[in-house]
């Protein structure tokens, strides 16, 4: 069964600070990883996936195969990117998605 | 360009009534699926849909029912409603990895 874990409810920091949002997964075949964004009162939206190899925001991740982890990370927080970032899993054929129990990320000034 | 609509927002329901909650999008995605979405459990899936007329079970199927009649709609039934339901519910389509939420539907069962 595929899995995806999220070992931080909560990360606080300050602005300007480095971020690192942890994600591990566990998964028999080649998964498909992302990164979703919920901003306060707003729908869930795709913020990153891994086969993209793109920086939305400033941030970027990067899927370690040896580890099994896709970690987000930012090198310079900003105040609006306080928000629940939720990493997700998929199958080759993008059928269903699983996700982690979600970091909640609040940057303070 | 409405893309996916959840209606209604906010229910109130006492245990044991019933109610429909629908998804609709216009984007002519294939498939379409229902998360629930509770604090310290991240998004769970409930049913799913790879097409009109098709569903599936999710993580968390029971209690809840789907119908998938129409491409464009997929709807989602509590048969009796029980207060573990209360949840926000999250509805969702996609093509390929491109998925789409709606702005979901915060369900109270007292």
């Known amino acids: 069964a595929q899995r995806v874990t999220q070992p931080e409810k909560l990360l606080s920091v300050f ?3 480095p971020v ?11 998964p498909e990883l992302f990164w979703y964004v919920q901003y306060s009162r707003q729908r869930l939206q795709l913020l990153l996936r891994h086969i993209s190899r793109e920086s939305i925001k400033g941030f970027t991740a990067d ?12 090198p310079f927080a900003q105040e609006e990117d306080s928000a629940m970032y939720y990493c997700a899993l998929s199958d080759s054929g993008y059928s269903t998605l699983t996700f982690g129990k979600g970091t909640m990320l609040l940057v303070s000034p | 360009n409405a893309g996916v609509t959840q209606t209604p927002k ?3 329901l006492k245990t044991g009534q019933s109610m429909t909650l629908l998804c609709a999008q216009d984007m002519n995605h294939e498939y379409m699926y229902w998360y629930r979405q509770d604090p ?3 998004l769970r899936l409930i049913h799913y849909s790879v097409g009109e007329g098709t569903t599936a079970k999710g993580e968390v199927p029971d209690g809840y029912n789907v119908s998938r009649l129409k491409k464009q709609n997929f709807l989602l039934g509590l048969e009796s409603a029980a ?3 209360t949840s926000v519910y999250f509805c969702a389509s996609s093509v390929g990895y491109g998925y789409t939420f709606g702005s979901g539907t915060r369900l109270t069962v007292v």
């Open chain 1, 15 to 17: 602005k300007g600070a």
């Open chain 1, 20 to 30: 690192e949002l942890k994600c591990n997964y566990s998964y028999s075949g080649s």
């Open chain 1, 63 to 74: 899927l370690n195969k040896g580890e099994t982890s896709f970690h987000l990370k930012k």
């Open chain 2, 10 to 12: 906010f229910r109130v």
């Open chain 2, 40 to 42: 310290g459990m991240g």
């Open chain 2, 83 to 85: 207060p573990s339901q």
